[in-house]
Nanobody
Framework: QVQLVESGGGLVQPGGSLRLSCRTSGIIFSIYDMGWYRQAPGKERELVAGITSAGRASFADSVKDRFTISRDNAKNTVYLQMNSLKPEDTARYYC????????WGQGTLVTVSS
């Protein structure tokens, strides 16, 4: 059974940082491109960052130069380091395979507010 378990969210002030983690199980993690997605209230889920199985990263324009994505294949985990957070980054964040999504996990809530 595939499980995607996100963690690391919380309340942070504008300009602050958070590091999200997504631990996966039930998939051969190392062979898949992975992505971090977010969904803000009233909006559709969007891709914010992706990382290929080879470790090549890509980012949405809205987070470029502020977020980094990394993966640890030994731990079946993908990370999202978020710096210089803005109120518009407030959303529930999810990880999933970049293509052919698995069932979504619960996500982790990030709230950026003073």
């Amino acid at each position: 059974q595939v499980q995607l378990v996100e963690s690391g969210g919380g309340l942070v002030q504008p300009g602050g940082s958070l590091r999200l983690s997504c631990r996966t199980s039930g998939i051969i993690f190392s062979i898949y491109d992975m992505g971090w997605y977010r969904q803000a209230p009233g909006k559709e889920r969007e891709l914010v960052a992706g990382i290929t199985s080879a470790g090549r990263a890509s980012f949405a324009d809205s987070v470029k130069d502020r977020f980094t994505i990394s993966r640890d294949n030994a731990k079946n985990t993908v990370y999202l380091q978020m710096n210089s957070l803005k109120p518009e980054d407030t959303a529930r964040y999810y990880c999933n395979k970049r293509w052919n999504h698995e069932v979504w996990g619960q996500g982790t809530l990030v709230t950026v507010s003073s």
